[in-house]
């Protein structure tokens, strides 16, 4: 990969509670490229949150990271490339200079993002008075400027106005607003359209694409959402139980899945042309992990389950060049087992819809 921003290498953490250690994130490999949108996708609880957390350097104090790397590349004012293993630096490093101004984050309710008792404006214009050292003048007409480019009508009104004074859509475009407003090399967007309704929500995400190649932004979305997932990302990375399981190009994992779970995924995502009279769902639910796991952790969910699942965890068998799975069917002495006739029948309408959709 010649120009890779973001390399997290065997990234291991324990989280220390009252009923126990919890090993949440058991060894996680993710690279990104300049320019390039990633999703990190799975159910609620796998660790998705936590691995984009601990790259921006968002720790919770009861965390303790037992290995990993998390190289971050960006590029000073000067010109100069910087590679610097965010683990290796303290919070205070951290807070000055990559928070905000190399790496920003949109949270899934801008609520908890946007400080009630101070105005849109003010809200807007500290990170650049502090990150970029503008001047107060000079931050309030960038500000004015990004309202704009975010859909804002009549911005120097909202700059005066709170956030409880507009509408879910208008607050999390304000919030977009805010992460891209010091020039981040990076923008994670953590559920950006879960709180907001259908309409508004293509809004959002096209309103990102178009930032992301205006301002030639890398992006990676966090969701459980595949719809969203087949709309903006280039690559996917599928995450269960604080491992990745199954990562590849859009396409190999919308049309060609390898991974049980990938498989239930799919064919969890609502589809008016099925013939079940019932939504899927995945049997079971995502193991404890207060207690070590052995073996596959998808195993006691997996209807194909071998006997070495239970046993031995599998390893990321190569399936292309961009394509990679944790399953132990993908081993060359395991019995070959076909992806259900439901969702075969379920990809082959999306690879027709996505043709008349390209004209």
Partial sequence: MADKILDIRNLDITFTTTAGPVHAIRGVNMDLERGETVAVVGESGSGK???????????????????????????????????????????????????????????????????????????????????????????????????????ITDPAKRMKQYPHQLSGGMRQRVVIAMAISC?????????????????????????????????????????????VVAKVADYVNVMYAGKIVEVGNIEEIFYDPKHP?????????????????RLYTIPGSPPNLLHEVKGDAFAPRNQYALKIDTIAEPPMFKISETHYAATWLLDERAPKVEMPQELQKRIRRMRKEAKEDAG
């Fill in 49 to 151: 949150s936590v691995v984009m957390k601990t790259a921006m350097g968002i720790l919770a104090g009861n965390a303790e990271i037992n290995s990993g790397e998390i190289h971050f590349r960006y590029k000073e004012d000067d010109g100069s490339t910087q590679d610097v293993d965010i683990l290796q630096k303290d919070e205070r490093w951290i807070r000055k200079n990559i928070n905000g101004r190399r790496i920003a984050m949109i949270f899934q309710d801008p609520m908890t993002s946007l400080d009630p008792t101070m105005t849109i404006g003010k809200q807007l214009m500290e990170g650049m008075i502090m990150h970029l050292k503008l001047s107060a003048q000079e931050a309030a007409a960038r500000a004015v400027k990004l309202l704009e480019e975010v859909g």
């Fill in 183 to 227: 020039n981040p090399d990076l923008l994670i967007c953590d559920e950006p359209t879960t709180a907001l309704d259908v309409t508004i929500q293509a809004k959002i995400l096209e309103l990102i694409k178009r930032l992301q190649k205006d301002h030639g932004i890398s992006v990676i979305y966090i969701t459980h959402d595949l719809g």
């Fill in 261 to 277: 779970y990938t498989w239930g995924l799919l064919s969890a995502m609502p589809d008016l042309e099925t013939d079940d009279s």
